[in-house]
């Protein structure tokens, strides 16, 4: 729905982009001439309600398969609410009530018949604060894999907690020491932890709320760098609200305000040439 936007040449247009962002910070989206990703999530006019506070305004949202994007805007806008969406996370808040249509891989995420275990199995979440569990780094990641049935023996479970604090990145600094607690690590490490955590049950979509704002500079670069690797085999959508962070790791990015999904396109059209003046102002410093 939202892949096709037409891209003008960033080098014609007046300097518009976020101060501070080169040409070289964005992420590639121009065409390839290969086919469009098959879409992965669908949203049509969804919305949200906190009772009787209306959180999102029938929002309409196509992600597409191996993809990442960026929800961007100001504190309040909807962004995370929608995120929760995604894993049906809103269904733990209390008055919280979802209405329209989310779909992963065409299936209708709110029919009462799904099993929402299951769906959060799919859509793995990693949050903005690192919540490792009170566990050792062994069980943090082999917790989920044993309650859901993917290791019929130790040595199985053993190869999954090793493929999957590879795949996050973290696994040369704590193969040595896998007994020790998870909460014992620095704070990018745990983040990182709880990202292997989340692929330990070979999620499709990795969902990430801030996952960076309470992490230093160097870890942060950690877990965009890891962002760009994981991007191969699963479909990332991030919440941020660090324009250039969105503007390194970003194929696609979605600006909200108010409750609404006001400009989504390639992440360097947003940010260089947004064709809404709210995006440009937010995008630009003047307001948010």
């Known amino acids: ?11 014609t ?3 518009k982009k976020l101060p501070g962002l080169s040409a070289d910070t964005f992420v590639s989206t121009k065409t390839t001439g290969k086919p469009q990703a098959p879409v992965k999530i669908h949203a049509e006019n969804v919305k949200v309600f906190y009772n009787d506070n209306q959180a999102l305004n029938g929002v309409h949202l196509d992600i597409h398969q191996n993809e990442v994007v960026a929800l961007i805007g100001p504190s309040g806008c909807g962004k995370s609410t929608f995120l929760r969406c995604i894993n049906r996370m809103n269904d733990t808040v209390a008055g919280a009530r979802v209405t329209g249509l989310i779909t992963v891989d065409d299936r209708d995420i709110y029919d009462p018949k799904l099993d929402v275990v299951l769906l959060r199995a799919q859509v793995g ?7 490792p569990f009170p566990k050792s780094i062994f069980e943090n990641i082999a ?7 993917l290791a019929r023996s130790k040595s199985d479970l053993d190869e999954i907690v090793e493929s999957s604090l590879r795949r996050a990145g973290i696994w040369e600094e704590v193969k040595d020491r896998l007994s020790s607690p998870g909460t014992g690590l620095s704070g990018g490490q745990q983040q990182r932890l709880c990202i292997a955590r989340a692929i330990a049950i ?3 979509i990795i969902l990430m709320d801030e996952p960076c704002s309470a992490l230093d500079p160097i870890a ?4 965009e760098e890891l962002i760009h690797d994981l991007k191969s085999n699963y479909t990332i959508v991030i919440v941020t609200h660090n324009m250039q962070q969105a503007a390194r790791v970003a194929d696609r990015t979605a600006f909200f305000h108010l409750g609404n999904l006001i400009e ?3 992440t360097d059209q947003i940010f260089i040439n947004p064709k809404e003046q709210k995006t440009e102002d937010y995008v630009t410093g003047r307001f948010g």
């Open 1 to 11: 729905m939202f892949g096709n936007e037409v891209m003008t040449n960033p080098e």
């Open 13 to 15: 247009q007046s300097a």
């Open 125 to 131: 979440m990693v949050f903005q604060k690192p919540n």
């Open 143 to 149: 917790y989920a894999p044993r309650l859901h049935g």
């Open 202 to 204: 070979n999620p499709d």
């Open 220 to 223: 942060t670069a950690r877990i």
């Open 264 to 266: 989504v396109g390639p």
